[in-house]
């Protein structure tokens, strides 16, 4: 590929980053580090009516939990800067009178309330229509007759799109595209307050900090000939462009709140691993062949070109997200699970049951690995272990085709066989105990269920002897001790 590598992440701060807007810069991540290229992050922070305080750091803090690393923009500083387009005014100011100098716009003297009818993207809807936009044709004494009249001076400037002839790109992922421009009107570049629109800060921006490829999602494919257009006319070279596939939920519908959370910050939150997500939506819209679902990072590196990503719509599917975060955990070592545990339980558990010892929590953490999805099941999963007592329905004891005689008498043998029992390693007590019921013609179900309950309080554990062996001796004794003296009590 000739020439350096150079795309960006250009979000816009008006609120929690959404999970196709983290696909992009992903993407572009990915792009740049397969060519051995740059990352930059440029905050498109233009449109302040909608600026959400807070808004960067938490896109930011998207970026760091996915390990997206980036060469230039905030914080890090670069050679093209500033990174912030609000810091760039004069730069876009220059721009449009050089397109008003040259007869590619003009200063328009209409309300910018006027609906919009061009069907491009949400940013500038309120100020793109031109449908009825006249100023266009205005000769200097018509327009100097207006402001004398009016007092009224030019409240935004527009672009004079061609009104024939037909706007092409090549795009690296769809293939050819055309649009008519008589089909599209002329549009807004330069706000009343000051600020440029979304068209010719990222036309300006683009070019100045040297992108070679702009890669952006599919609802951004009807600017293009707008972008195209102000390339030509301000004489820059275009950058080549690919419009990344949309992502729907299992109902084909875009993707919203409905289908589940749609901000990176609450998978992070909900106890997905960050290179899990990252797998998962690699996936959206890009794949390595038609079998390969969990690869590294990179691996993902390595494979990732654009003839790999699909035009079609990638399908955000929750149930194969839960799948491919529970591999990544099967995958962690007891340490590395312990420690991304821990978080989770300081956040979840009952402060009584804090501090965590984490040399207990390595023991407890190969009992979940096979079990847990999320990390935030962690704190659900394991509390019983912290418990000095725990409190249940003693008449969840009873299994199916016992009484309450032999309820009594299973915990008042386990008790004894475990205060004799020396050797708690787990092997030892499945046999111990697996004896001591089938000496009371009981079966594993229901000897082994009351156990369970008795010693967590819930009808559901991981393997019994095992989890038993980590509550140790003293904990499990006194477990069983207790719920036979509630039992025994409720009578």
């Not at 690393?69 to 760039?88: A, L, T």
């Not at 000496?439 to 009808?459: K, M």
Request: a negative charge.
């Amino acid at each position: 590929m000739p020439g350096e590598v150079r795309v960006r992440y250009a979000p816009s701060p008006t609120g929690l980053p959404h999970i196709g807007n983290i696909r992009t810069a992903l993407f572009n991540w990915l792009f740049a580090r397969h060519h051995g290229g740059k990352f930059i992050v440029r905050i498109e922070d233009t449109d302040q009516a909608r600026l959400v305080p807070g808004s960067v750091d938490v896109i930011l803090d998207g970026l760091r939990w996915l390990d997206i690393d980036w060469d230039e923009g905030p914080e890090v500083g670069g050679p093209f800067g500033p990174y912030f387009q609000s810091e760039r005014l004069d730069i876009y100011h220059d721009l449009a009178e050089r397109l008003v100098s040259q007869g590619n716009a003009y200063h328009c003297y209409c309300s910018q309330e006027r609906p919009s009818q061009d069907g491009q993207g949400a940013r500038d809807r309120r100020t793109s229509a031109s449908a009825d936009c006249k100023c266009r044709d205005l000769s200097q004494a018509e327009i100097s007759e207006l402001i004398s009249k009016t007092g009224q001076e030019s409240e935004v400037i527009r672009f004079a799109m061609p009104k024939d002839g037909i706007t092409k790109v090549n795009d690296l992922i769809r293939g050819e595209v055309e649009w008519r421009n008589e089909t599209l009107n002329d549009f807004i570049i330069l706000k009343s307050d000051g600020f440029p629109t979304y068209h010719l800060a990222v036309v300006a921006d683009d070019h100045l900090m040297e992108i070679s490829h702009v890669m952006r999602a599919e609802e951004w494919l009807p600017s293009t000939p707008r972008h195209l257009q102000l390339i030509e006319a301000l004489g820059f070279e275009p950058p080549q462009f690919a419009h990344l596939p949309m992502i729907m939920g299992p109902d084909r519908a875009k993707l919203s709140k409905r289908h589940g959370a749609t901000a990176i910050g609450e998978y992070e939150h909900d106890g997905y691993l960050p290179e899990a997500m990252r797998n998962f939506m690699v996936l959206l819209g890009w794949s390595l062949d038609d079998k390969t679902e969990i690869m590294s990072t990179q691996t993902i590196i390595d494979n990732f070109t654009l003839d790999r990503v699909t035009k079609s719509a990638a399908i955000f599917d929750q149930e194969k997200l839960l799948w491919v975060n529970g591999m990544y955990i099967r995958e962690l070592s007891p340490e590395q699970l312990a420690g991304r545990m821990m978080p989770f339980l300081e956040r979840d558990l009952p402060k009584e049951l804090l501090p965590v010892d984490e040399k207990y929590l390595r023991r407890i953490a190969p009992l979940l690995q096979e079990r847990i999805k999320r990390l935030d099941e962690a704190a659900g999963m394991t509390s019983y272990f912290f418990q000095a007592d725990h409190q249940f329905d003693t008449e969840t004891l009873v299994q199916k085709g016992m009484d309450r005689d032999m309820t009594l008498s299973a915990l008042k043998t386990a008790l004894d066989e475990l205060n004799a029992t020396d050797d708690f390693q787990h092997e030892k007590l499945e046999a111990v105990l697996q004896a001591a019921g089938e000496r009371l013609s009981l079966s594993r179900r229901q000897f082994f269920g009351v156990l369970r309950v008795a010693a967590t309080g819930r009808a559901v554990s991981p393997p019994l002897f095992e989890m038993m062996e980590v509550l140790g001796k003293d904990r499990t004794v006194s477990r069983v001790k207790n719920a036979l003296e509630r039992f025994s009590a409720a009578g």
